[in-house]
């Protein structure tokens, strides 16, 4: 892991921008909760939520290309992740 980077989400400024607490809806999706059940308990619309989920997906994305860009400079093999369609390759 020595020259893996580490990803963490900035929270503090999702939350800024949706004027909401992030780190509370991360927490409710990690339980299971579906987008209906949060906006019904939190009063937040499931539009905002989608928005919030894609730039939180958006983030982990650039995390992993820039992960697979060091690595490739380095001159390491990329990690492996499950090919969902062809998983025979």
Known sequence: MSGRLS????????????????NRLIRAWKKGLSDQEIS??????????????????????R????????????GQAPGQYQIFFNPHL
Request: proline letters at 2%; glycine letters at 2%; charged letters at 40%.
């Open 7 to 22: 990803w963490k989400l900035d929270e503090k400024t999702l939350s800024k921008k949706y004027r909401t607490d992030v």
């Open 40 to 61: 019904f308990r939190t009063g937040i619309k499931p539009s905002i939520l989608r928005l919030i989920r894609q730039d939180i997906e958006l983030e982990h994305r």
């Open 63 to 74: 995390h992993r290309l820039a992960e697979k860009k060091q690595a490739l400079a380095q």
